[in-house]
């Protein structure tokens, strides 16, 4: 079964500086997707970024960059310049090769000014 | 942008009666999902289905819920007799393809509170 566990339930920041939210996951699997939602008051689950397993590179969204490290299967989030309207809950998650996508426990970013 | 839609928004009911969850999935997609997340706590996998049955189910998919995609454009979950612990909210996704290469599209939500 995989399993994607977040180990920092609350963590904050300052307006424009930078924060990293952890992620490790176990799967069986060789090739898989990870992804970091972003859920924020309104609930909707938004994709932030997501990684293919058997890309190399790190995936990158504008202020929003990966660092994947499938040997030791660590996927933690860095959160560049960060802004109020980043407050949110952050999940990371896996997605098997069925189509499930299996969520961590949720970290909830503040931001603040 | 296509996207996928919940309804009800919030719905409020009493102990030991039955619900029903619609969900109007993005119109070229094949696979739809159910989540719940009760209040703070983590998101978790109810249920898949594609070409009209379930595909898999989580251990809390158990005989009180059902699903079905009773027209061309709706996928509904049931809850037969809720229960308070049924309290939480349910999110419906689909996606155009069952491999990993695609993203899964969320609904708003639909919040449920038992009393």
């Known amino acids: 079964a995989q399993t994607v566990t977040q180990s920092q339930p609350e963590m904050s920041v300052q307006e424009a500086e930078t924060v990293t939210l952890s992620c490790t996951y176990d799967t069986s699997e060789s090739n898989y997707y990870l992804f970091w939602y972003k859920q924020p008051p309104s609930r909707q689950m938004i994709l932030v970024i997501r990684q293919e397993a058997y890309k190399q590179q790190n995936a990158t969204e504008n202020r929003f960059s990966v660092n994947f490290q499938k040997a030791a299967k660590s996927f933690s989030l860095k959160i560049s310049d960060s802004q109020l309207g980043d407050t949110a809950m952050y999940f990371c998650?896996?997605?098997?090769?069925?189509?499930?996508?299996?969520f961590g426990q949720g970290t909830i970013l503040t931001v603040h000014p | 942008e296509p996207e996928v839609t919940q309804t009800p928004s919030h719905q409020v009911t009493q102990m030991g009666q039955e619900v029903i969850l619609r969900c109007v999935p993005i119109?070229?997609?094949?696979?739809f999902y159910w989540y719940r997340q009760i209040l703070g706590q983590k998101v978790e996998f109810l249920v898949s289905?594609?070409?009209?049955?379930?595909?898999?189910k989580s251990e809390i998919f158990d005989d009180q819920f059902s699903v079905e995609r009773p027209d061309g454009s709706n996928f509904t979950l049931k809850i037969r007799s809720t229960k308070l612990e049924d309290s939480a909210m349910y999110f419906c996704?689909?996606?155009?393809?069952?491999?990993?290469?695609?993203?899964?599209?969320f609904g708003e939500g639909s919040r449920l509170t038992v009393l």
């Open positions: 996704a689909s996606t155009p393809r069952r491999d990993n290469t695609g993203e899964l599209f």
């Open positions: 289905f594609y070409n009209n049955e379930i595909s898999e």
């Open positions: 119109s070229n997609h094949l696979y």
């Open positions: 998650a896996h997605r098997t090769s069925y189509g499930k996508l299996t």
